[in-house]
């Protein structure tokens, strides 16, 4: 089991940049595919990015693409996403998440239903 937990979220203009971590707790943080979810007010929780075990592949919603960047640092247990050009619609609670088991593609990467695990959010919010 793996215990995650989300740093980082703020205010910020539009137009700024945001980098939020995910910090895991156990030593098999390197086994798990990771990804990060945010959910604005009244909506869906939707996929943001998603990075596979090694780091050597991610996946990135439509909407972010160019704008963010998830990494991972095994050696520090942590997952990154780096957030620039902010809009106000990115303005949501971010989660991370976690999958222990393995599958590949757009599709597995970013359903919500493969991850296994999750913090409880980083608030972001972009003023106009």
């Known amino acids: 089991q793996v215990q995650l937990v989300e740093s980082g979220g703020g205010l910020v203009q539009a137009g700024g940049s945001l980098r939020l971590s995910c910090a895991a707790s156990?030593?098999?943080?390197?086994?798990?595919?990771m990804g990060w979810f945010r959910q604005a007010p009244g909506k869906e929780r939707e996929f943001v990015a998603a990075?596979?075990?090694?780091?050597?592949?991610?996946y990135y919603a439509e909407s972010v693409k160019g704008r963010f960047t998830i990494s991972r640092d095994n050696a520090k247990n942590t997952a990154y996403l780096q957030m620039n050009s902010l809009k106000p619609e990115d303005t949501a609670v971010y989660y991370c998440?976690?999958?222990?088991?393995?599958?590949?593609?757009?599709?597995?990467?970013?359903?919500?239903?493969?991850?296994?695990?999750w913090g409880q959010g980083t608030q972001v919010t972009v003023s106009s």
């Open positions: 998440a976690a999958d222990p088991d393995y599958c590949s593609g757009y599709g597995c990467r970013a359903a919500q239903i493969s991850y296994d695990y």
């Open positions: 156990g030593r098999t943080f390197s086994t798990y595919a």
């Open positions: 990075i596979i075990r090694s780091g050597s592949i991610t």
